[in-house]
T-cell receptor, first 110, second 113 residues
């Protein structure tokens, strides 16, 4: 199946900015989404990029470059509550399935 | 409040027993999904349903079965044929098939002893 690559862990301090990258296989790419999951909890949808560029939602932004098969999630003004796992997910061939990456565990320190 | 419910939160079963996980939504969503999550890993799709009385296999359907007799309900049965059933199971829904925004239930943590 299609695979997505994202770092397994990232650590940052409160108030800082952190970028979580995601690379994907180009063939059949349709769109990139990001989800947040706190330990033991349900994933929640953060953002979607179908076209190149930056989408901003409050402290979180997501970017896509289709030519580079790459996207990232940018978290600004980090807070302790942002400590969670972040998953990128790709839809291929306009199908009905999402393929999830392995997740990036973000630890925010005081 | 609208949402997705899964029960129970924790489930223990003996090896060789079938077990059914419940998933109910009152969001009036057409599409529903079942995912499996192993520790420290991403979500893998087991089955999905676009509409009542229809469902499709995902990437890891072997050893699982589903039904979709009502729009609101999408139960998952973990059969004895599933080689390693201990995992965190997440149910999700989306307003239509192919929408990237999926809404997830709280999950059921299944442990097979």
């Amino acid at each position: 199946g299609q695979s997505l690559e994202q770092p397994s862990e990232v650590t940052a301090v409160e108030g800082a900015i952190v970028q979580i990258n995601c690379t994907y296989q180009t063939s059949g790419f349709y769109g990139l989404s990001w989800y947040q999951q706190h330990d033991g909890g349900a994933p929640t949808f953060l953002s979607y990029n179908g076209l190149d560029g930056l989408e901003e939602t409050g402290r979180f932004s997501s970017f896509l470059s289709r030519s580079d098969s790459y996207g990232y999630l940018l978290l600004q003004e980090l807070q302790m509550k942002d400590s969670a796992s972040y998953f990128c997910a790709v839809r291929y061939n306009a199908g009905n399935m999402l393929t999830f990456g392995g997740g990036t565990r973000l630890m925010v320190k005081p | 409040d609208g949402g997705i419910t899964q029960s129970p939160k924790y489930l223990f079963r003996k090896e060789g027993q079938n077990v059914t996980l419940s998933c109910e939504q009152n969001l009036n969503h057409d599409a529903m999904y079942w995912y499996r999550q192993d520790p420290g890993q991403g979500l893998r799709l087991i089955y999905y349903s676009q509409i009542v009385n229809d469902f499709q296999k995902g990437d890891i359907a072997e050893g699982y079965s589903v039904s979709r007799e009502k729009k609101e309900s999408f139960p998952l049965t973990v059969t004895s044929a599933q080689k390693n059933p201990t995992a965190f199971y997440l149910c999700a829904s989306s307003i239509t098939p192919g929408r990237d925004e999926q809404f997830f239930g709280p999950g059921t943590r299944l442990t097979v002893l």
